[in-house]
């Protein structure tokens, strides 16, 4: 009897434990910003049951204690690569608002390198590609479920490669495309300085990111899965070469990449042009007014905001927070994660939007 019992809780334990058969990535900022604009210059994966993407996030939104739940999305769904999901996702965590919408995209999203942008401000947010505007949701213009107003507190910037369970949101899954790869060439944040950046604009360059190098202080690899995800994320899909950050979608014990890293002349010298450009823009307005974004909003019921966190001393930066380390924050993903099945009652998302 004895024997029984002890091999029925090994077997639950297994279960539990248990690892799926494939593997995805996840890339994302330790910091979390509050406005401004976001750049990547990328070639993305695309086969059908697949999701690659790139996305504002507030860490925790996932979680049932949570108080919002923060989110602009850019999503390649692997069923239509001639097209993007531009979204918004409010709410709270199981009774999520959100406002997809579809873009389409020439050459396709996985047969050519374009820049996807994401501006968020007090007022709007905004979708770009190529630096064509493709939607734009403005505070009293269109946003008839309030959602700009309702995107309250700071988000960090992620990648992601997936596979979704959903088969009316991507499509059947088809294996046999597999490996899988997104190409990000470069990447670059500009701080929220309405009316002070280049020429008047409303943006100042802040970071930029070619990948020459992987830099892990700025960086970090995600290690988990979530609810509704056929993969398993980890770091080991993610791999820096020749000046290209590569996510990679792989079957479990494959991950790898010994493909040849595609070019990327034209963004190769939009990333050299413009960031020059901003820099020696940057330098010339630094002693006009700044904006400091409202402290409150930034930490206003966010456990995952430093109460040391602060605006730059400069006054130039938004407000910008470290997350905490993974054992403080949680291990959680960014679309629902949980890992700890003993907490699966605070993960009660919804991924059926």
Sequence with gaps: MHLKSTLSVLAIAAVATMAKDFSGAELYTFDEYTYGKYEAR????????????????????????????????????????????????????????????????????????????IEWTPNYVRWTVDGVEVRKTEKGVNDEKNQVANLIGTQGLRFNLWSSESQAWVGAFDESKLPLFQFINWVKAYKYTPGQGPNGSDFTLDWADNFDNFNGSRWGKGDWTFDGNRVDLTDKNIYSRDGMLILALTRKGQENFNGQVPQDAEGDAEFNGSTQQQSSSSVASSSSEQYNPPSSSSQENNPFVSSSSSADPTGILPTRVKLQNKDIRGTVNAKGARVNPNNKANYQVDFNF
């Excluded at 739940?69 to 069923?79: A, H, S, T, Y």
């Excluded at 199981?94 to 389409?104: A, F, I, L, Y």
């Design 42 to 117: 990328m070639k993305m994966a695309a086969a059908s049951g697949t999701v690659s993407s790139m996305f504002l996030y507030q860490n925790g939104s996932e979680q049932a204690s949570a108080t919002r739940w923060v989110e602009v999305d850019i999503e390649v769904l692997g069923q239509k690569p001639n097209s993007f999901q531009s979204n918004i996702i409010t709410g709270k965590a199981g009774n999520q608002v959100t406002s997809e919408k579809h873009h389409t995209v020439s050459p396709a999203a996985d047969q050519g390198f374009h820049t996807y942008g």
